[in-house]
C-alpha cells in the first residue's frame, strides 16, 4: 500500500531546462492534483485531473503541463525551468466528490524540492 | 470563489497546554468539506482532522477538536496537552462537496505553531 509516492525528492536544474516530476497512486482515485508550495503562500494549485484523459489548470499553470493516460499516473513537465519554479512540489489524489462515498481528505506525496539556478 | 484565511502566522503554546488555530473561509456553496492539515519539517502533510459541513456536531480526533461556526464560516482548530511532536505548520482546507472540477482543495497560508517544552 504505497499511497502517492514522488520522484525525485530533491532536484536541481539550471534555467533553461525541462524536467518531468513524476507521480503514481495505487488507490484507484479519480482526482489527482499538483500544487506548489512558497514560503506565505500556503499550497497553490497548479494543474488537476479528475479522470485519465481529463486535466484542467489550477491557479498558476504557466510554465507547467501535465496529462493523464492511466489513472495511476500524473506526471508534471516543466518546459523550461525558471528561478520562479524554484518551490517545493506535491502530488495529491483523491477520490472524487459527489461520488456518494465518504471523503477522507486528500492523500499527499511526500514533495518534491526543486531549484532553479 | 472560495478562499481561506489564516490569519495567525505564528504561534506558540507551552507543553501540556491548549492552544487554539484560527481559520477562516468564505463560500457560497451550503455543503463542504473543511481539513487541518499538519506539515512537520519532514514536509510530509498529514491529515489532522475533518468536518462535513452538514453535520453540526464538531469533528473530535484524541487531542485535537474544531470549532466548526458554519453560519460564521470559521473554523478553528483545538490542539489539548500540546506535545512537543504537535510543533509543525498547520494548514486549513476548504475542499466542495460537488464533483469535477469542485474537488480542488484549496488552502489557507499556514500557521506555524511552536511547543515550548
Known amino acids: 500500500n504505497a499511497g502517492v509516492t514522488q520522484t525525485p525528492k530533491f532536484q536541481v536544474l539550471k534555467t533553461g531546462q525541462s524536467m518531468t516530476l513524476q507521480c503514481a497512486q495505487d488507490?484507484?482515485?479519480?482526482?489527482m492534483s499538483w500544487y506548489r508550495q512558497d514560503p506565505g503562500m500556503g499550497l497553490r494549485l497548479i494543474h488537476y485531473s479528475v479522470g485519465a484523459g481529463i486535466t484542467d489548470q489550477g491557479e498558476v499553470p504557466n510554465g507547467y503541463n501535465v496529462s493523464r493516460s492511466t489513472t495511476e499516473d500524473f506526471p508534471l513537465r516543466l518546459l523550461s525551468a525558471a528561478p520562479s519554479q524554484t518551490s517545493v512540489y506535491f502530488c495529491?489524489?483523491?477520490?472524487?466528490?459527489?461520488?456518494?462515498?465518504?471523503?477522507?481528505?486528500?492523500?499527499f506525496g511526500s514533495g518534491t524540492r526543486l531549484t532553479v539556478v | 470563489a472560495q478562499t481561506v484565511t489564516q490569519s495567525q502566522p505564528e504561534m506558540s503554546v507551552q507543553e501540556a497546554e491548549t492552544v487554539t488555530l484560527s481559520c477562516t473561509y468564505d463560500t457560497s456553496e451550503s455543503d463542504y468539506y473543511l481539513f487541518w492539515y499538519k506539515q512537520p519539517p519532514s514536509r510530509q502533510m498529514i491529515l489532522v482532522i475533518r468536518?462535513?459541513?452538514?453535520?453540526?456536531q464538531n469533528a473530535t480526533e484524541n487531542r485535537f477538536s474544531v470549532n466548526f461556526q458554519k453560519a460564521a464560516k470559521s473554523f478553528s482548530l483545538k490542539i489539548s496537552d500540546s506535545q512537543l511532536g504537535d510543533a509543525a505548520m498547520y494548514f486549513c482546507?476548504?475542499?466542495?462537496?460537488?464533483?469535477?472540477?469542485?474537488?480542488?482543495?484549496?488552502f489557507g497560508t499556514g500557521t506555524l505553531l511552536a511547543v515550548q517544552p
Open positions: 468536518q462535513e459541513a452538514y453535520k453540526q
Open positions: 488507490m484507484n482515485h479519480e482526482y
Open positions: 482546507a476548504y475542499r466542495s462537496a460537488y464533483g469535477g472540477a469542485t474537488n480542488k482543495l484549496i
Open positions: 495529491a489524489s483523491s477520490y472524487s466528490s459527489g461520488t456518494g462515498g465518504a471523503i477522507y481528505g486528500y492523500t
